[in-house]
């Protein structure tokens, strides 16, 4: 049987913005009273309509109504999982926890205290709940339910014990006492700590094997610069890319072991902009993270935040809205972003107690492998990163380890050979693409070999490009690649604060052994 168009016709969909294929098939569906599909799970083409309602949403509810289905089942049947955490604006005494529930549920909250058998304090929590189409012949329509607590006034310093609960399931009662995790917050002033990162993870065996190496470096937090779960498998930010957002479901598991315990602050890449939700794409990243809230224009986007932890502020960014590869969200912040983070970098620099300033997104500004460079982070970003002296950027998107020397106006303005010093206000800043978080892997363009750690094979330049505004590739010849490995691996930053404040920045390999390292120090 010939099922109904229902998507945006493909020749249309690259001429348009997220935002206008969202409205497009909104006031068409709208006449039709027909549904947009979620997209095909595989293959990415839009393959039918179910007949139940409007575009995928988004709500927000202190205590979600029960649907028909989950008001038969008694909250005791029904186990959270997925529990993440992250910061709230700062990290010494807020802390947000999230996770999820199969089925709708009532009052959800969650109780915490300083010991495990003491977990007096119950803060209620938020249900987000979450509406993906159904796809005829493909999938039926799916509901998630995400669930937010703010955990303010806390005790900088100070081990808390919690467990997330709702109406007949109470994580303090004997029978769930295996599921009360633990988190910590920042000191009031760390001498040191330990971050990790990498992007571009996915749901597979590498990312797992990630997350277990990378949890051994008891880090205070873990960055995540983009391409978080891949349920969007094409990436492209359009309604024909194939979606299953059941991938959530497998993700938030996956990472539970790590995340519950571990603030995961992310940011979004370009497979995260889903455009069933809203018209910028982010209506599931709003539905599924709770991040900080400190002063950024609304009006961004939820992967926009800063914090400081001890001596280092951490400046997170949505490469969307300026990348030339894949415009699909370009300019959708209408310049509002790149000038809050002209502001944003300027305090923060102004601040005495910050030391360093390390900037996250997802798209390269500098890389040589299948993605290449990004002009639009070039053009609107670089600038600001030498006006307030940033000391270090991490990217994701290209699935490899490569590391710059330090970049001064485009070029090299200090080599940086594995186990060197660099020094930000002299030589530039080094940026660093640490994709190996768990997809599969990319490669280095033909005849270039990798570099690493007990593997040193230098070359003087090697051939690539980057990305127009016209989204065509610009050939170029680079001088700044200085480490290159194709292999799953994250990074692990040690950052000291004291009269020689300095980064250690070390990366890893998936079996443990060291690629890179180099310090950062300040006024050197």
């Keep these: 049987m010939e099922t109904p168009d229902c998507g945006v016709p493909h020749q249309l969909a690259r001429r348009m913005s997220m935002a ?3 409205e497009y098939l909104r006031t068409r569906l709208s006449r039709r009273r027909a549904l947009v599909t979620a997209g095909a799970v595989a293959g990415g083409a839009l393959t039918g309509c179910s007949g139940d309602g409007a575009p995928g949403t988004a709500t927000r509810a202190g205590a979600t109504a029960a649907s028909p289905s989950a008001s038969r089942v008694h909250g005791s049947a029904v186990v959270p999982f997925g529990r993440h955490l992250a910061f ?3 990290p010494r005494t807020r802390m947000r926890i999230s996770w999820q529930v199969p089925l709708a549920v009532r009052r959800p909250f969650v109780r915490i205290g300083t010991r495990p058998d003491e977990l007096g304090r119950r803060i209620d929590a938020e249900v987000r709940d979450l509406h993906t189409p159904g796809v005829s012949g493909v999938r039926p329509a799916l509901d998630q339910f995400y669930v937010h607590a703010a955990l303010d006034g806390l005790l900088p310093g100070t081990t808390y014990y ?19 995790g633990s988190f910590r917050t920042a000191p009031a002033t760390p001498e040191r700590f ?15 094997a990630n997350d277990d190496l990378l949890l051994r470096r008891e880090p205070a937090f873990h960055l995540h610069a983009g391409d978080i779960c891949y349920a969007n498998g094409t990436g492209r930010g359009g309604r024909t890319d194939g979606y299953d957002p059941g991938y959530w479901d497998l993700f938030l598991k996956q990472n539970e072991p790590v995340a519950a315990s571990v603030p995961w602050m992310v940011t979004t890449g370009n497979h995260d902009m889903e455009a069933w939700y809203s018209p910028d794409g982010y209506g599931g990243q709003l539905a599924r993270w709770s991040l900080p809230d400190n002063g950024s224009d609304p009006r961004t986007a939820p992967g926009v935040y800063a914090f400081t932890y001890g001596n280092v502020a951490f400046v997170a960014l949505d490469a969307n809205d300026v990348s030339y590869e894949i415009p699909a969200n370009l300019g959708h912040t209408g310049g509002r972003q790149t000038a809050w983070l002209d502001r944003k970098l300027a305090g923060l620099r102004a601040d005495a ?7 996250f997104f997802h798209h390269c500004a500098y890389s040589t492998s299948s993605h290449a460079s990004d002009g639009g982070v070039r053009e ?12 270090l950027v991490i990217n994701g998107h290209n699935h490899v380890y490569e590391r710059t020397d330090a970049i001064r106006d485009g070029e090299v303005g200090r080599p940086v050979p594995i186990g060197a010093s660099t020094d930000p206000t002299r030589d530039g800043i080094v940026y660093v693409t640490a994709g190996g978080g768990g997809r599969d892997l990319y490669g280095f363009p033909a005849g270039v070999p990798e570099s690493y750690e007990g593997h040193v094979r230098d070359r003087e330049s090697v051939e690539s490009f980057h990305w127009t505004r016209s989204q065509e590739s610009a050939k170029e010849t680079v001088r700044w690649s200085r480490v290159r ?11 000291e604060s004291g009269p020689r404040p300095r980064l250690t920045v070390s990366a890893l390999a998936q079996n443990g052994e060291r690629i890179d390292h180099f310090e950062v120090r300040r006024g050197t």
């Design 20 to 22: 206008e294929q969202y």
């Design 88 to 90: 709230g604006a700062d």
């Design 162 to 180: 919690y467990g997330v609960g709702h109406d007949g399931f109470d994580p303090a009662s004997p029978d769930h006492r295996s599921t009360i």
């Design 194 to 208: 330990v971050f990790t990162a990498f992007g571009d993870q996915g749901v597979s065996r590498a990312a797992a």
């Design 353 to 359: 107690s910050v030391d360093f300033i390390v900037v």
């Design 380 to 391: 609107q970003w670089l600038p600001l990163f030498a006006k307030h002296q940033v000391d």
């Design 485 to 495: 490995y194709r292999g799953f691996s994250f990074l692990s930053v040690e950052a």
